[in-house]
């Protein structure tokens, strides 16, 4: 199979209460993309994207074929994904395969979400829909439900008391708020202190509401091409080195083995083995910190940290730039926000600027960084990963 | 790239009020496929699966991580495709890829539906979803209006008086019954006349309640593998020759085409091309008839008639077995049901088992068929076509 780079990219402000439809968001970022790259829309062959709740939200289902319309790439194939929060990050490892295979030769993917104007309570019944509808949501579980519950099952199965746990949890918070400060696409830029999370509303014992990612509007694209294309359109191409994807099913399938996501662990293996590269070799990751407690779960799971101690990372400042890992200094899902199926794709853009070095001037350049980690969890148990690596 | 065979299938009976869920209905189609391949759960790689609205009709999203589950393919990679009604070919079609590319050898793709339980009314209006949410819907246009709206459109372009052109539509949903009668398969398994047609309830002018295909519940799922894994797995491989996908976006961008969709033609262009073959080699076709109407469109479009004459090919007969082209000897949507996100997947193991010879028992064996043509139209202008080949 052939090479295949990221060659340009776009991504909206992320906020709350866009005024813009989705099409409209992912038409100006992937217009951006486009433009980026040294292209013109008639230059995209085929489109992959990501959304999950527009047919509630707007009552709009297939965006991708609107999209195509609005941004001059008429009677292309486009194909939307559905992965919850791993949409985008599905649309576009699927993207990858076209071009890798031989197929085509510059692809667009990226993905969309408009989910604030539902108002945050229905925003999270409805996307409980990606729970198991008949054996999770009637027994309660939401996501932050969920997440909630893994808090404790984390507590209980390593012997962290929930009061440090909480402490460490609510330093990830501050350390993403406090890159998202910097981050001028990020949603909530302004810094944040431990005690304003520990004080904070309780959403459901043990989250704090700081501890909480919020709803956002938002979308992000980047256009792929093979290596041969890639190299007549920029002299900063970065590659795909691995990807990787796993499903696990519903919770009471996953007992055991919880709050370790197996999924994680299968998917960014793959990855790892397809890149020739392990946990030591990411210089820079993006991960999904829908909640504090899954940055810590995501941590050990991506091998940055053994089960048990993955908030030590974040406690001793190993998370930030200059630590062992640098790990969401776009601000994460916590403070860029999390536009549910733009979120895969705004953590490549974020990673390929890392590798580009061009976060100098917004005080988040991770120095030198030349291989870069993708984690996105949708649902309860889908996992997509990526590693990026510049030349 | 290497070849690519469908080497198993299953296929629920389609029906109204099924008590199964959508994951229940995808895993026995899927185990069926399964277990027709002569393999496990454990051979499967990854899973490809259409769906549409079961995030209304159940609130279920991402219903393909709990199949995974269910059928034992745990931790596999497994995506959800959204392309309305051409949803599962698709999936299908992008499966094809990570087989031919040479990353899996062997995956399961497919499809499902549960809409009845939403009633049609209900049922209309959420799916009307996939038009244009702000030009369209709001304009009146739910799947009925629209294709009402081709019909005067065709009989206006073509000078084929209205009344004529009934005739023909009713000629198209007779036929679809004398062969759904046959299909055990199929939703309704009786015949009806071209009386009952024209004398039945008026959905929409000029559509009678006889030229619309029904709502329904059901799945179709196959296994696709490379060659050289296929003749291991069975004697009777049928081959992938030629894929073909094309999005046309909004109405009012293709206004000056309708009441033909330019995306077909461009999707089937891309699909005969590929397999090296025409409409002059094509032995079987299953094409979207989600209105009697649609069914002269596509078989225009499709290149087996000149535009304005789609209508005789059902007036003699041409489309029956024995005719220059048999289409939907299925029953097609209207006879066989329409379960929306299961759709493609049916076309496609309707057309292997013609390709296999496997219909004589059921009086609807195409004698000698080779070569058969896929076409499934999502929304008002997503095409996906495929073309498959015994050797």
């Not at 100006?28 to 790259?37: F, G, K, P, V």
């Not at 830029?189 to 704090?208: D, R, S």
């Amino acid at each position: 199979m052939r090479k295949v780079a990221v060659v340009g990219l776009g991504h909206t402000r992320f906020m709350s209460d866009s005024p813009k439809s989705q099409v409209e968001m992912l038409s100006e970022a992937s217009m951006d993309a486009i433009s980026a790259s040294n292209l013109t829309s008639k230059d995209i062959q085929a489109i992959f994207c990501g959304n999950v709740l527009g047919d509630f939200s707007e009552g709009q289902g297939m965006i991708q074929s609107y999209l195509a319309d609005d941004i001059g790439c008429f009677n292309v194939p486009a194909s939307r994904f559905e992965g919850a929060c791993a949409s985008a990050t599905m649309a576009i490892r699927d993207a990858y395969m076209w071009v890798a295979s031989g197929f085509y030769d510059i692809v667009l993917a990226g993905g969309v979400e408009k989910a604030t104007a539902m108002g945050t309570s229905l925003a999270t019944r409805t996307f409980a829909m990606f729970h198991h509808a008949r054996y999770e949501y009637p027994a309660g579980f939401t996501f932050p439900a969920f997440f909630a519950m893994l808090t404790h099952l984390y507590s209980g199965r390593y012997g962290v008391p929930l009061e440090k746990l909480k402490e460490q949890m609510a330093m990830i918070s501050v350390q993403s708020h406090h890159y998202g400060a910097k981050n001028p696409k990020a949603q909530f830029q302004k810094e944040i202190t431990a005690e304003q999370v520990l004080n904070g509303f309780t959403v459901t014992t043990p989250l704090q509401l700081l501890d909480c990612c919020p709803f956002s509007d938002g979308a992000a694209a980047i256009v792929l091409a093979s290596e041969e294309a890639a190299r007549r359109l920029t002299d900063r191409p970065v590659y795909i080195a691995g990807v990787g994807q796993a499903s696990s099913g519903k919770l009471s399938a996953q007992h055991k083995y919880l709050p370790r996501l197996r999924a994680r662990e299968i998917s960014v293996k793959q990855a790892y083995d397809m890149a020739g590269v392990g946990p030591e070799d990411i210089d820079v990751c993006e991960l999904h910190d829908c909640f504090s407690i899954a940055s810590i779960i995501a941590a050990e799971g991506l091998g940055f940290a053994e089960f048990g101690k993955g908030g030590e990372l974040w406690e001793k400042g190993e998370t930030r730039i200059g630590g062992k890992i640098p790990i969401n200094i776009s601000g994460g899902l916590k403070s860029k926000g999390h536009p549910i199926g733009a979120t895969g794709a705004s953590q490549v853009c974020e990673i390929v600027r890392q590798l580009r070095g061009e976060l100098a001037d917004e005080e988040r350049q991770v120095g030198g960084a030349r291989v870069g980690l993708v984690d996105t969890l949708g649902g309860d148990g889908v996992i997509v990963n990526l590693i990026l690596r510049r030349e």
